[in-house]
Nanobody, 121 residues
């Protein structure tokens, strides 16, 4: 079984920064992609950023130039550096990971439990 443990959420003033971390543990064969989603009250869960096994990144338009995703493949950890935070960034942030299973053609995916990010004025 695979577990994702998130940390780094909290309360921050507008214009400030936070760094989210998500570490994968358990019975892992390989991790192909990791990313972050967020969901605000009354809104759908939307993708924020993704990073592939080859370190190719993608970002939602709303966070480009402000957020940066990175990964440490030795520690099986993905990070989200959030700078110049805005009030509209307030949401529950969810970590995602997916990869190949031990047998050819098999795969797995897992969600973290979510961590609250609140930006105040």
């Amino acid at each position: 079984q695979v577990q994702l443990v998130e940390s780094g959420g909290g309360l921050v003033q507008a214009g400030g920064s936070l760094r989210l971390s998500c570490s994968a543990s358990g019975s892992i064969f390989s991790i192909d992609s990791m990313g972050w989603y967020r969901q605000a009250p009354g809104k759908q869960r939307d993708v924020v950023a993704f990073i592939s096994s080859g370190d190719i990144t993608s970002y939602a338009d709303s966070v480009k130039g402000r957020f940066a995703i990175s990964r440490d493949n030795v520690q099986n950890t993905v990070y989200l550096q959030m700078n110049s935070l805005k009030l509209e960034d307030t949401a529950v942030y969810y970590c995602y990971a997916g990869g190949s299973g031990p047998e050819y053609g098999t795969s797995w995916s897992k969600w973290g439990q979510g961590t609250q990010v609140t930006v105040s004025s």
